[in-house]
């Protein structure tokens, strides 16, 4: 069973440990739902923004810097209404 605790994490690591500890607290018994797709949202858009800024919104370089291709690249601006 993982621990609330992990020795030598990353800052954003430990962030979203945080939130999830917050989460399940808010919870108060109830079942979660979602909550892959609901935490993979609320970082994806902010890396892909930050990502296309220093980029100078060349889409290609943001794509080879994330790691993915071009198309993938439009498909989540796209799924994140990102322009």
Known sequence: MATE???DE???AAC???VLIEYFKDLDGEAPAGIYEMV???V???VLDLV???????QSRA???LGIN?????KKMQQHGIK
Do not use: K, M
């Open 70 to 74: 071009r198309n993938t690249l439009r």
């Open 10 to 12: 990353s800052e954003l």
């Open 52 to 58: 296309l800024y220093h980029a100078d919104g060349n």
């Open 5 to 7: 605790q992990h020795i």
């Open 16 to 18: 979203v440990r945080r």
């Open 44 to 46: 994806e858009r902010p």
């Open 63 to 65: 794509a080879d810097w």
């Open 40 to 42: 993979v949202n609320c």
